[in-house]
């Protein structure tokens, strides 16, 4: 579809810089937002780097020595077991594979354009861990993971993940006058009468009037495209993370910058030389006390002492697995594995 043109005047509020593998500035309702975007090399064949870890602060290695971090990992990269309390984490793995294991006993791989989206509510442990499984050659892995806060009424609910395939995720391809092509892919919400399957059901993001919308967007050298206006008092936050230079509205943004945009207008994107990508998160906020520490977000400190308490008494149902850093052999082929033992595929239902 062809789209109309808007002025480039009263589209944006604010730029701001982007930090490589850090978390990026985030509008209520979301929480944080981070690219991990790792060149990890060939495999070991225990899932791990084939090559030296010397010069590395294990344990907690963020610091992208050879385009790739080992994070909290000490075998397997990536994030060992640990809590949550309170929100939601969508991680959106644009390619490679991430392993899932949390304390219900469910599990889960997946990746290459697959969504997990993970209400933590009451408490959960999870990890997330990103075996490197071909020994013959390197092991991209390139992922966002998006916290979205609850409501108060919703922080307690029970812990429950939806897990969206990339098959049905919904894309939208645009040309514009002169023939050059944007591609949105829609991970959460809605772009015009596009749905992307439904969040979990005690989501802020369930309620249509929230206005939740989690969309990337990429575009060839020189495309133009129309961001449609949105409802008064709806955020939305566009991060330029891959590209040369993307004009947005009367503002040019150079790469790794983000734009905070005006609701109520249309946004007109012009990108530059070369292919450009975006992110955009958009949302009703929810407006609410926000208490966090660590990887527990609650409405008051009390709230927080208390989710402490808990997760010392209960561990938020223990710990099923063998290792902190589960991983789920050397088959890439995707799954979740429920608590209760059903199994869903790309394509199938649970069961």
């Avoid at 049905?168 to 949105?184: F, M, Y």
């Amino acid at each position: 579809m062809e789209q109309k043109s808007a002025t480039k005047k009263n589209q944006v509020e604010e730029v701001f810089e982007l930090s490589k593998g850090r978390p990026w500035p985030t509008p209520d309702p979301f929480l944080f937002c981070v690219h991990h975007n790792d060149k990890f090399p060939k495999g070991n064949g225990s899932f791990g780097p084939a090559t030296s870890l010397d010069g590395r602060q294990m344990g907690m290695d963020f610091a992208w020595k050879d385009g790739w971090n080992m994070y909290h990992g000490r075998k397997v990269p990536g994030f060992p077991a640990h809590p949550h309390r309170g929100f939601e984490t969508v991680t959106v793995v644009r390619s490679g594979r991430l392993d899932h294991a949390d304390s219900l006993g469910a599990a889960a791989r997946y990746g290459d354009g697959d969504v997990q989206w993970l209400t933590a509510g009451a408490g959960i442990q999870h990890a997330e861990m990103f075996p490197l499984l071909s020994t013959e050659q390197e092991n991209p892995l390139d992922l966002f993971q998006i916290w979205l806060n609850l409501p108060k009424k919703s922080k307690m609910v029970a812990p429950y993940f939806a897990m969206l395939w990339a098959d049905d995720i919904p894309q939208v391809t645009n040309k514009d006058s002169a023939g050059r092509v944007t591609e949105l892919e829609i991970r959460a919400g809605r772009f015009g009468q596009v749905k992307a399957p439904p969040p979990p059901p005690d989501s802020w993001a369930s309620d249509p009037h929230n206005e939740v919308t989690i969309l990337t967007g990429k575009m060839a050298s020189g495309a133009q495209f129309v961001l449609p206006a949105v409802p008064a008092g709806v955020n939305r936050f566009l991060y330029f993370f891959a590209g040369e230079s993307l004009q947005v509205g009367d503002r040019s943004l150079s790469h790794m910058h983000g734009a905070v945009l005006i609701e109520e207008s249309e946004v007109h994107l012009e990108n530059g030389a070369g292919e450009g990508e975006f992110l955009l998160l958009q949302g009703r906020p929810i407006g609410e006390p926000v208490a966090q520490h660590g990887p527990f977000v609650m409405n008051s400190r009390q709230e927080l002492e208390e989710a402490y308490r808990d997760y010392q008494r209960t561990q938020f149902g223990g710990w099923p697995w063998e290792t902190s850093d589960p991983v789920h052999g050397s088959d890439p082929e995707r799954f979740a594995r429920r608590g209760d033992g059903s199994i869903e595929r790309p394509g199938s239902k649970a069961g």
